[in-house]
T-cell receptor
Framework: AQTVTQSQPEMSVQEAETVTLSCTYDTSESDYYLFWYKQPPSRQMILVIRQEAYKQQNATENRFSVNFQKAAKSFSLKISDSQLGDAAMYFCAYSTFQGAQKLVFGQGTRLTINP | GAVVSQHPSWVICKSGTSVKIECRSLDFQATTMFWYRQFPKQSLMLMATSNEGSKATYEQGVEKDKFLINHASLTLSTLTVTSAHPEDSSFYIC?????????FGSGTQLSVL
């Protein structure tokens, strides 16, 4: 079974600075998807970024980028120029490439932005 | 973009009653939907995979007679918590797949008194 591990329960960063959230996963599959989701206090799950495992290039979405290390099974999220609105729970997630593609989530990292 | 609607947003019920939660895909057809449960300050745990026109697939440890799932159309899946008890109080979230992405409903907070 696939597992996702986020070893940082909480992180904090000064506004406008950069922060990196860590995620590791375990799978025997060669093709799969990895995601970062944001859950603000409203509890709405918001997709931040997606990475296809067959792509070597790291995904980027504006201020959000990932460092995908397939051999190490590592998938970290970098947030540049942190903004107050970035404060939320961040969940790393894995899904298979084929089949049901259900998401397996990590434990989450609570990110605080200090003004 | 894709939108998933979930209702109600919150519900309070008495112990022993049943509660139905609806999840709709608003601008696309979803043959597969997923139901998650989230306890306070914890991650999302998959309860079951809802398949249009067939029986749902439940994760290990989830009581299928307790959590009834119906996916009667390509845009609607329902989760019914039967004979609810205080330990069923939780945040329930549905999601639907479009392409390689999952989109989530806004969730339902269930409080059982």
């Amino acid at each position: 079974a696939q597992t996702v591990t986020q070893s940082q329960p909480e992180m904090s960063v000064q506004e406008a600075e950069t922060v990196t959230l860590s995620c590791t996963y375990d799978t025997s599959e060669s093709d799969y998807y990895l995601f970062w989701y944001k859950q603000p206090p409203s509890r709405q799950m918001i997709l931040v970024i997606r990475q296809e495992a067959y792509k070597q290039q790291n995904a980027t979405e504006n201020r959000f980028s990932v460092n995908f290390q397939k051999a190490a099974k590592s998938f970290s999220l970098k947030i540049s120029d942190s903004q107050l609105g970035d404060a939320a729970m961040y969940f790393c997630a894995y899904s298979t490439f084929q089949g049901a593609q259900k998401l397996v989530f990590g434990q989450g990292t609570r990110l605080t932005i200090n003004p | 973009g894709a939108v998933v609607s979930q209702h109600p947003s919150w519900v309070i019920c008495k112990s022993g009653t049943s509660v139905k939660i609806e999840c709709r895909s608003l601008d696309f057809q979803a043959t597969t939907m997923f139901w998650y449960r989230q306890f306070p300050k914890q991650s999302l745990m998959l309860m079951a995979t809802s398949n249009e026109g067939s029986k749902a697939t439940y994760e290990q440890g989830v009581e299928k007679d307790k959590f009834l799932i119906n996916h009667a159309s390509l845009t609607l899946s329902t989760l019914t918590v039967t004979s609810a008890h205080p330990e069923d109080s939780s945040f329930y979230i549905c999601s639907a797949r479009r392409g390689g992405k999952l989109f989530f409903g806004s969730g339902t907070q269930l409080s059982v008194l």
